[in-house]
């Protein structure tokens, strides 16, 4: 019988969206409960419904004892904790309190964390206690269901028997639903009927006759939802036309609902039914949805797992060969992984598939209504030679037009003129999409001269072409992420430093790693009115489009208010103000250098305000090396001061120099730090001149760690002329 997915549901039978709620919360909100007593007797005067509804049973009864309207809680310290408020005045809390509550016969444990406080009257003296619970069985509930979670998952890694898992997994739905009876059905080998997996709590002999139940429309719950790959929901199978066969077997089994749901593994094959039964008619609630969701797809990663387990059994014992072709696709997958370029990645695919699959191979992209060769590998210069031969040209041009069409793979021949090839014979073809999220972006084409294509090379390719267009596609969003991040650090900088009356400057960025993601390290250098500069260097923490956005909102704030405020500690507060305002609720803060330059007769006066920054520096024309250190704490941390400046006079020769800490925390492969110290004997014995100064530190920390940077790195360097 085929399968077929678009067959609408009868009438009396209620259809689910496939797509059953998420298990992000199976239990819901706790509920709080409240409760105000009075007096020694511990009268009720007021309470909210959750206190009716789960410790009094429904009853909703003000005025009298709490002992009335719970007896046993007596038995469980609740009153007695009461009391003890009520006598001393001092508060209790109660973590992880267990309560076994409801009518006889109907009673469930609940688990509260309680609340006694002692009420007092005008005069201070208690009159009463205040009970306020927090329900958390079920957090317990969803800790356990998680831990249970975590073991089924821990056995299917394992390799577990897949009916032991099975069952597990039964056993622990059932558990947290009481009345719930599960079961289990696989896929038959053929696909047409659906055979006993588990089912631990069902009577043996409904187990046994489902047991190779036939999958198709009518035949009930299990039948149907297989037939549809759709969930179907019979609430009341006593009624439900989709159990017409099977009421009979149904009541005696003292079953009244089920709910269906197929088991589909991830390329979306029917490996079986996940069903729960309710002893009497019912409607799902969200919980028990999300409850069959999250096991149902524990069930098909066990299937799938036992499946492919089985499977590679079967293959190592039909061939042992398979382990070489497992080899080789690993280690050519691997290799084109290793390739961070897009086009790097196509050609490393195209020499490795040569000679192992084919003589001769070719990769081809798309480029919109149109496509080119991009890479090509030959195992001989013979085989190499066709590739320019016009009607080879042509005929794989026509076929890979096709495969990129389609999306499917194509086997066939190519024929050719005599003369045109070896022998005058026509080239048998393989060719292979290159499809990456749902994306056919090129064409591997396999080519070899009077050969026919058998299944077994077909798989070998389309494995190793799969793994590649993933590669290659990540390589392409590698690159394009790289330069996208390139080119937006390179507009948070300074695009040329200016020219700066009596001033040389010098500076360098250099981001960590492979640059993909936008650092926080920034400097910039602007004019003030009154023939003043301001100069600044600073690090956001953190990395990518946050580090950017504050970088830009730093630099940006700096040049607007720098020029309106002519005191360099009003603009780091105005600096300070904007970071609390836009980093709000975050956990994101500055270090900054802020300074203002002023050209003097002497050579340069500067006043510099330092936020949790590394020191500044000033190197001296003679060598000497001093450091500033000037108070002031992190922006963007809402404290209420910045701090105060620190005046130094620049005379010719001298250099100011400011890094960021990517430099002074650099480290070697030892793990040793750079440090302040090695810097200031890094600057001590160099030309003074602004370009030597930087060079000096940028080859320094080059040759200390390696040229490995784990973080950013900027340096800016002023010096009077």
Sequence with gaps: MPIRPDVPAPPGATMLSPQWPPDADLFGPAPVIFASLSGPGHVVETANPAFFDIVCGGRRRIGVPIVELMPDA??????????????????????????VLGEPGAEQERIFDLTYEPRRDARGRVDGVVVIAMDTTAYRDTQLLAAEQRAL????????????ILTGMARTIEDFSP?????????????RRLRHGTGPSLPDFYNEAIDGVPIGEGEGSCGTTAYRRAPVVCTDIATDPLWAEYRELAKRAGVGACWS?????????????????????????LKDMALGAAFTRIAALAIERHQAVAAGRAARQRESSARDDLAFVLEASTAIAREQHY???????????????????????ADGCHHSRIASAAATPAHEALLVAPEWCEGVDRVVARVLSSGTTETGFIEVRPGTEPGGRGAGYLCVPLTARGRTFGALALLAVDRDWDGHVVALAEELAGRAALSADNARQFTHRVRLAHDLQAGLLPPKLPQVPGAALAASYHPAGEGLDVGGDFYDVFPLPGDRWAVMIGDVCGHGAVAATTT??????ARAVARLLRDPVAVVAAINDALAEHTEGQDLFVSLVYGELRHSTAGQAVTLMRAGHVPPLVRRAGGAVERLVPPGLLLGLGWDGVGSPVCVDLHPGDGLVLVTDGITEARSPEGELFGEERLADTLASVPPTAAALLESVTTAVAAFTHDISRDDQAALVVTAV
Excluded: W
Aim: net charge positive.
């Design 261 to 285: 749901t197929p088991i589909l593994s991830t390329d979306g094959r029917l490996l079986g039914t996940f069903a729960m039964y309710h002893r009497t008619p019912k409607i799902p609630e």
């Design 343 to 365: 086009a790097n990645s196509l050609r490393r695919l195209a020499q490795l598939t040569v000679p192992g699959l084919a003589p001769l191979c070719a990769v081809y992209v």
């Design 179 to 191: 009345g719930m009876l599960v079961s289990v059905l696989l896929v038959d080998d053929d696909g």
């Design 153 to 164: 998952l821990e056995q299917i890694a394992r390799e577990a028997p897949l009916q032991e």
């Design 552 to 557: 830009g909102m730093v630099r940006h704030t």
């Design 74 to 99: 007596a038995l469980q310290g609740v009153i007695t904790r009461i009391r003890e408020v009520y006598r001393t005045g001092v508060s209790h809390r109660t973590r992880d309190k267990r309560l």
